[in-house]
């Protein structure tokens, strides 16, 4: 969505463009700075930003429109024209019931486009590539937290505090992974956790399924097993 309206802007467009788009709050919006200048420079620009649980400095009609999940009940009040294009990016869930909405609000289905993050097909839970090199231990001195087990992979490793998420020690043990938006909205990263408890910062908008993980925004809390 972010490369439309790149070249929106490039090509120095006139024609109408809303741009709608749901995060938790201001520090879970990513290119936040961005899509606001480059909507400056579309001069038919239309925007609704919501913020489910916005930080209490986040300024509503400054940094956000709405306080809630962007759903049907917003693109309804916006009185949106339904012969419109429309674009939806997001995870399965989130497109699939804006998608229905769309089409019962009078929307025809082949001006309703769905994008899922990442040009890969969607990833099978546990399911990886072969890998270029053998999973090995990260580089560094060793961590001392919970022991991090790769399933897949055959690899344990201590977890460090150096690492933000499980995503971040996937990647320097060189363990295949799947990813996009390393802030819990594609659901790329989706595996599963075989054993053991994770925390999530930031919160996913939408919760992985029973027994699976989202890797790129977890940590370990205790020792886990996952489906790598």
């Not at 200048?37 to 930003?49: D, E, N, V, Y």
């Not at 995870?91 to 899922?116: C, H, N, Q, Y």
């Not at 001392?144 to 399933?151: R, T």
């Amino acid at each position: 969505m972010l490369a439309m309206l790149h070249a929106l802007v490039a090509g120095a467009s006139k024609r109408d463009v809303c741009w709608l788009y749901g995060a938790r709050n201001g520090s879970e919006h990513p290119f936040a700075s961005e899509t606001r200048q480059l909507l400056g420079a579309l001069p038919r620009h239309h925007s609704q930003i919501c913020y489910s649980a916005p930080d209490p400095e986040d300024r509503l009609h400054i940094d956000f429109d709405v306080r809630g999940h962007l759903d049907m009940r917003v693109i309804e009040q916006l009185n949106l024209p339904r012969d419109g294009d429309f674009y939806i990016c997001g995870p399965t869930g989130f497109m699939s019931d804006l998608s229905a909405g769309l089409a019962s609000f009078g929307v025809a289905k082949d001006r309703i486009r769905t994008e899922i993050f990442g040009t890969g097909p969607l990833m099978t839970p546990g399911i990886a590539a072969s890998p270029r090199q053998t999973p090995h231990v990260p580089a560094g001195p060793p961590g001392s937290g919970p022991m991090v087990s790769f399933a897949r992979s055959g690899l344990n490793v201590r977890w460090g505090s150096s690492f933000k998420s499980l995503l971040e020690l996937a990647e320097a043990c060189d363990v295949p992974v799947r990813w996009s938006c390393r802030t819990g909205v594609c659901h790329n990263c989706e595996t599963g956790l075989v054993a053991g408890n994770v925390s999530y910062q930031p919160e996913p908008i939408d919760a992985a399924a029973d027994g699976n993980l989202l890797i790129c925004c977890s940590r370990p809390e205790g020792n886990v097993v996952i489906d790598l």
